[in-house]
C-alpha cells in the first residue's frame, strides 16, 4: 500500500529513506519545464517507476548516474547512457546492471560475461550470443540458461542437447531440431517432450508413437498419423482416440487383408 509519505510531494523519501528535497536537487531548473517532476519523474525517489520516467524525459543526464550508489538507478542509467561509457559495468557488484550491460554492449564485450555468477546474467549473456559463442553455456548449470541457449543456436547443433537433464530445455530442442535427430526423441522419458515430437513428425514417422503410454501422445498421433497406420490405434483403450481414429478413416475404407504395415514399429521402452 502507498504511503501518505508518497502521496505527500514535501515528504518523498529517497532510496535510503530520507526526505527528498528538490530545492537542494542539481536538477530543480528542470521542474518547470515537467522533466523533473515530484509526482511523475524523479532520480531521488525511491520508487523505481518515477526513476525510470526521470531517464525517459532526461536521457543527456543517463552518464552522470553510472556510479550512484543505488543499484536501481544505475540500472536505469545503463539503458540511455553513451555505450562507450558501459564497458566499466561489466564488474558492477549488482547483477542487475550486469544484466541491463548484455542488452547495450555489443557481443564481443558481452562475452565477458559469459560466466558471470548469477544465471540471470548469463541468461542475458545467452540472448545476446550466436552459435559457436554458446556452446559452453550448451552446459551452464542452471536450467533457464540452457533452455535459453537452445531457443538460439543453430538448429543444426541442438544434436548436443537431444539429452539434457532438463525437460523443458529437451521441450525447447524438439520444437526446433531437424526431422532427422527428432525422431531419436521419440524414446524421451518425458511426456511432454514426446507430446511435442508428436506434434512435429512427419505423419508417416509417428507409428512409434501409436502405443505411448501417455494419453496426451497417443491422441495428438490419432489426429496426425497416415491413413496406412490408422489401424493401430482403432482399438486404442481410450474411448476418444478411438474415435478420433475411426472418424479419419474414409468411409468404408479398411486396410486389405494381409497389408503390411508400412513401418513395423511400435514404441516400446529402449533396452
Known amino acids: 500500500m502507498q504511503s501518505m509519505a508518497?502521496?505527500?510531494?514535501?515528504?518523498?523519501?529517497?532510496?535510503?529513506?530520507?526526505?527528498?528535497?528538490?530545492?537542494?536537487?542539481?536538477?530543480?531548473?528542470?521542474?518547470?519545464?515537467?522533466?523533473?517532476?515530484?509526482?511523475?519523474?524523479?532520480?531521488?525517489?525511491?520508487?523505481a517507476v518515477l526513476v525510470q520516467a526521470f531517464f525517459a524525459r532526461n536521457p543527456d543526464l543517463s552518464d552522470d548516474y553510472l556510479s550512484h550508489p543505488w543499484f536501481l538507478v544505475r540500472v536505469q542509467a545503463v539503458r540511455r547512457a553513451t555505450v562507450f561509457r558501459l564497458p566499466p559495468l561489466l564488474t558492477d557488484p549488482d547483477p542487475d546492471v550486469r544484466w541491463a550491460i548484455t542488452q547495450r554492449l555489443p557481443r564481443a564485450q558481452v562475452l565477458k560475461l559469459r560466466d558471470d555468477p548469477d544465471p540471470r546474467v548469463r541468461i542475458g549473456v545467452a540472448g545476446r550470443l550466436q552459435d559457436g559463442d554458446l556452446v559452453p553455456l550448451m552446459n551452464d548449470t542452471d536450467p533457464a540458461v540452457r533452455a535459453t541457449v537452445?531457443?538460439?543456436?543453430t538448429p543444426g547443433m541442438l544434436v548436443l542437447m537431444v539429452h539434457d537433464a532438463d525437460p523443458e530445455v529437451r521441450r525447447v530442442v524438439a520444437r526446433r531440431i531437424g526431422n532427422d535427430w527428432l525422431r531419436t526423441m521419440i524414446w524421451d522419458e518425458?511426456?511432454?517432450?514426446?507430446?511435442?515430437?508428436?506434434?512435429?513428425?512427419?505423419?508417416?514417422?509417428?507409428?512409434?508413437?501409436?502405443?505411448?503410454?501417455?494419453?496426451?501422445?497417443?491422441?495428438?498421433?490419432?489426429?496426425?498419423?497416415?491413413?496406412?497406420?490408422?489401424?493401430?490405434?482403432?482399438?486404442?483403450?481410450?474411448?476418444?482416440?478411438?474415435?478420433?481414429?475411426?472418424?479419419?478413416?474414409?468411409?468404408?475404407?479398411?486396410?486389405?487383408?494381409?497389408?503390411?504395415?508400412?513401418?513395423?514399429?511400435?514404441?516400446t521402452d529402449p533396452p
Do not use: N, Y
Not at 527528498?20 to 536538477?27: I, K, L, N, Q, R
Not at 537452445?150 to 543456436?153: D, G, K, N, T, V
Not at 472418424?247 to 514404441?267: D, E, T
Open 190 to 267: 518425458c511426456p511432454e517432450v514426446r507430446l511435442d515430437v508428436a506434434q512435429r513428425l512427419d505423419p508417416e514417422q509417428l507409428a512409434p508413437l501409436a502405443r505411448d503410454p501417455d494419453v496426451r501422445v497417443r491422441h495428438t498421433v490419432a489426429e496426425r498419423i497416415d491413413l496406412p497406420h490408422l489401424d493401430l490405434l482403432e482399438d486404442d483403450p481410450d474411448d476418444l482416440i478411438r474415435e478420433t481414429a475411426r472418424a479419419r478413416r474414409p468411409h468404408g475404407l479398411k486396410p486389405p487383408p494381409g497389408a503390411a504395415i508400412l513401418s513395423p514399429f511400435v514404441r
Open 150 to 153: 537452445a531457443r538460439r543456436i
Open 6 to 47: 508518497d502521496d505527500d510531494p514535501d515528504q518523498r523519501r529517497d532510496w535510503r529513506g530520507e526526505c527528498v528535497d528538490c530545492e537542494a536537487c542539481p536538477h530543480r531548473d528542470r521542474l518547470s519545464t515537467k522533466r523533473c517532476d515530484p509526482r511523475a519523474a524523479c532520480v531521488q525517489d525511491r520508487r
